[in-house]
C-alpha cells in the first residue's frame, strides 16, 4: 500500500513537470518573447550604452572599463540579462495559477490523491527547466554580440539561475494562491521586479552605486544570482561565488517552504 502511494507520488510530480514543459513549447508567442525581448535588451541597451561608453582613447577608455570589473560594457550587461530574463520567466510563471484556478485545473490537483507538496515541486521544476533553456539560449545568441562571454562556464551560471528560479517561481505560486485576478497579479509582479532588477547589477556595478542603494542590493536575491552568473561567464565577481550560491540556496528554501504552506491550506472553494 505505502509502494503505491509512493508510486502515485512520483506519477504526480512527473505529471507536474511534463505539463509545465508542454505548455511552454505549446505556446509559441511565448517561447518567441522569452528569447526576443532579452535579446533586445542586449542589442538596443547594451550597444546603445555600450557606444556611451568609447571615447577612442585608450586611458578613458581603460578607466570606464575597469568600473565595469574590466569588462566593455556589452558583456557586462549581457550577463546581467541572462539572469534577468531568468527571474523575469520565472516570477510571472505563477500567473498560471490563477489561469488553473479559473480554467478548473487547480481543483483536480488540490482533490489528487498525491501530496500538495510534490504538485508544487512539479510545477517549480517544470517552470525552472524552461526558464533554464531559455537562459542557455539567450547566452548562446548573446555570445554572437558578445565574443567575450566563456560558455564553458555556462552549464554552472545556469545553475544558479536554476536555484534562483526554483525560489521565485515559489514566490509567485505563493502570491497566486492569495490573489484572484490575474490583473492584480501582474501589477504586483511588475511593482516588485523593477527595484528588484534595477538595484541587482544588471545595469551598472553594485559598488558604483549610492551607499543607500548598495545596502538595498545586498538584501536583493537578484544581486547574488547576477553575481555569480557574472562570475562563471566572464570571471568577474563582487562577491564570492560561494557565498551567491548559499544565500540563493537558502532563499529558495523558504519560498519554497511558503509555497508549499500556503498552496496545502488552499481549498476548493478558493
Do not use: C
Amino acid at each position: 500500500m505505502e509502494g503505491e502511494v509512493a508510486v502515485a507520488a512520483i506519477h504526480a510530480f512527473n505529471v507536474m513537470v511534463y505539463r509545465q514543459l508542454k505548455r511552454f513549447l505549446r505556446a509559441r508567442s511565448r517561447v518567441v518573447t522569452m528569447l526576443v525581448q532579452p535579446v533586445m535588451w542586449i542589442f538596443f541597451f547594451g550597444l546603445g550604452m555600450g557606444g556611451v561608453f568609447k571615447f577612442n582613447d585608450p586611458m578613458i577608455d581603460a578607466f570606464i572599463k575597469q568600473q565595469f570589473g574590466g569588462l566593455d560594457y556589452v558583456t557586462f550587461l549581457t550577463t546581467g540579462v541572462i539572469a534577468m530574463s531568468m527571474f523575469m520567466g520565472s516570477f510571472i510563471s505563477g500567473v498560471s495559477v490563477l489561469w488553473d484556478k479559473q480554467f478548473g485545473f487547480l481543483k483536480e490537483t488540490l482533490v489528487a490523491p498525491a501530496p500538495r507538496s510534490l504538485i508544487i515541486l512539479g510545477r517549480a521544476v517544470g517552470d525552472s527547466i524552461v526558464t533554464l533553456l531559455q537562459g542557455a539560449a539567450i547566452a548562446l545568441i548573446a555570445k554572437l554580440i558578445s565574443p567575450g562571454l566563456r560558455l564553458e562556464g555556462l552549464p554552472i551560471a545556469l545553475a544558479y539561475g536554476f536555484i534562483l528560479s526554483m525560489g521565485f517561481i515559489s514566490a509567485g505560486v505563493a502570491l497566486a494562491t492569495k490573489v484572484n485576478s490575474p490583473e492584480g497579479f501582474h501589477m504586483i509582479v511588475n511593482l516588485l521586479m523593477m527595484p528588484l532588477m534595477f538595484l541587482s547589477g544588471v545595469f551598472f556595478p553594485v559598488d558604483r552605486m549610492p551607499d543607500w542603494a548598495q545596502w538595498m542590493a545586498m538584501v536583493n536575491p537578484l544581486t547574488y544570482a547576477v553575481d555569480g552568473m557574472r562570475y562563471w561567464l566572464t570571471g568577474t565577481s563582487s562577491y564570492d561565488p560561494a557565498l551567491d550560491v548559499a544565500i540563493l540556496t537558502a532563499l529558495s528554501i523558504v519560498l519554497i517552504a511558503l509555497a508549499i504552506r500556503l498552496f496545502e491550506k488552499t481549498t476548493v472553494e478558493d
